[in-house]
């Protein structure tokens, strides 16, 4: 019998809060392998993933009780979906109120004084927690100090905000403890349709960078994870990819990072030369991409090392707009296109982001990015109502501007609906033309074709997709 104390990791349920199939998805098990990789000599770990395997709320009570932990950490990804941590620790606490819950992720990062309103969470942590955790149950455990760093917590009755935690040298890290989960339900997995869904199964997502010089005012990883960009060992990385097609069969990744190009010590180029050598043989994607570092070396390298399609992020089609209010580094939209056609004809897929609704933005602003979205070349274009999410210039901008609809209090976050006002438009302006436009331009009767292939659907199938997107407009 083990005399270690007890650590659960936790991925809530979703659905716990309320189920959107938009923005539904499934969780990658990196970040939370990884936390239970950096304490598992110090305490047993469990992971549960309740979103994976759609657990009702009770039956995740059932596994709290059945474990009885002595701590449990739950991560939560967004804000839109930051009632499921209230939900989750106020269960957990039912069960049994000394279990210390410690809550991490995106949403905590960013809005910590949200977090720490709710008693049942203990402590709440602030940026990359993989050095945060065991120094926090080493202290719960009175083995260490609590740690300096990346925490918000109560004493006496006060909150005490630390500074946010960052992994100066990621390359340090360990891989992730995958052995703790059913590896192979995530590699298989399908997750709603999406055009950037992996281009293979078995398919796992990686993070092998972090941070992002570049500041764009509507983004929060500046907030998350700091402007300098920190890569890992590319040997390691590709190391870890051999690995997993060894023992898992893996045959597509999903670079899910910030800036995967300007990884520290020309990451990216040792990564995919690393992986022509050693004849990887995967299919990869990236879903962000930084158009103006994919030089003609770099994309010939990354087509070589696998990659099969890149999602570029524009944002806007009015340079006025990406100077001076999204920050967005790109000198001249004019040479955009014949970047997309480069990468396109080295047989790479092209998607591109843009960004409507934005605070300060007049309507033939917003009419400027939907025409160059239709025509910037891109096989497919996703069109986002700006969220002023918490942590961002954007959210600072708009509430100075008294454009946040509600106001700052009543933020909604949420993907599909504008929470932006303007006196030239209205939110429910934007967010009807944002689903409209998307329709009219990626499947229209010349696009349609390749907008089926690039989804890995048919033509009848995107038609109910295009069609359950205009009936969840609800006002």
């Not at 992720?105 to 709440?124: E, I, Q, R, W």
């Not at 052995?179 to 590699?187: I, K, N, S």
């Not at 998350?224 to 597509?252: N, W």
Request: hydrophobic content about 40%.
């Amino acid at each position: 019998m083990s005399e270690k104390k007890k650590l659960m990791l936790v991925y809530p349920n979703f659905r716990w809060q309320k189920f959107d199939r938009n923005t539904m998805w499934e969780l990658s098990p990196e970040t939370i392998c990884l936390l239970a990789a950096m304490v598992r000599d110090i305490v047993d770990v469990k992971i549960v993933d309740a979103q994976l395997y759609n657990l009702s709320l009770d039956a995740f009570g059932d596994r709290v009780r059945e474990y009885a932990p002595d701590f449990i950490g739950i991560s939560i990804l967004t804000t839109e979906y930051s009632d499921v941590l209230d939900i989750t620790a106020r269960k957990i606490k039912e069960i049994n109120r000394n279990t210390f819950v410690i809550a991490g992720g995106v949403h905590v990062t960013t809005n910590y004084k949200m977090v720490m309103k709710n008693a049942d969470v203990d402590y709440a942590v602030r940026g990359e927690g993989e050095y945060v955790l065991p120094a926090l149950l080493k202290y719960l455990m009175g083995q260490g100090n609590l740690p300096a760093e990346g925490l918000a917590y109560r004493r006496d009755g006060k909150e005490i905000v630390q500074k946010r935690a960052i992994v100066e040298d990621i390359s340090k890290l360990p891989w992730p403890a995958y052995d703790l989960v059913d590896l192979r339900a995530y590699l298989v997995k399908k997750t709603r349709p999406a055009p950037t869904n992996p281009p293979a199964y078995p398919s796992l997502m990686m993070v092998p960078t972090r941070g992002c010089p570049f500041g764009c005012s509507f983004c929060q990883v500046d907030e998350i994870s700091g402007k300098k960009v920190r890569a890992r060992d590319p040997e390691d990385v590709v190391d870890e990819l051999i690995f997993l097609k060894k023992k898992y069969g893996i045959r597509s990744i999903v670079f899910f990072t910030d800036n995967l190009l300007m990884g520290e010590k020309d990451f990216a180029r040792k990564l995919f030369k690393r992986m022509i050598e050693k004849k990887l043989g995967l299919k990869w994607i990236m879903p962000g991409t930084a158009l103006f570092l994919l030089t003609d070396e770099m994309l010939d390298l990354m087509k070589a090392s696998g990659c099969v399609g890149l999602n570029i992020a524009i944002e806007s089609g009015n340079e006025r707009v990406l100077r001076e209010i999204v920050n967005k580094p790109i000198k001249d939209l004019s040479k955009v296109p014949e970047i997309i056609k480069k990468i396109k004809d080295r047989g790479m897929y092209c998607l591109a982001n843009f960004i409507i609704g934005l605070p300060g933005e007049t309507w033939d602003e917003i009419r400027d990015t939907i025409r160059y979205a239709e025509n910037c070349g891109a096989e497919y274009v996703k069109i986002f109502v700006a969220v002023p999410l918490y942590g961002t210039r954007l959210y600072e901008m708009a509430k100075k501007m008294n454009a946040i609809v509600g106001g700052e209090e009543n933020l909604k976050v949420d993907w599909r609906y504008s929470q932006v006002r303007s006196n030239e438009w209205t939110a429910k302006d934007v967010s009807i033309l944002r689903a409209y436009e998307w329709d009219r331009i990626n499947f229209s009767r010349d696009r349609i074709k390749r907008t089926a292939e690039i989804w890995g659907m048919t033509e009848e199938e995107l038609k109910e997709i295009r069609k359950k997107t205009r009936d969840d407009l609800v006002f």
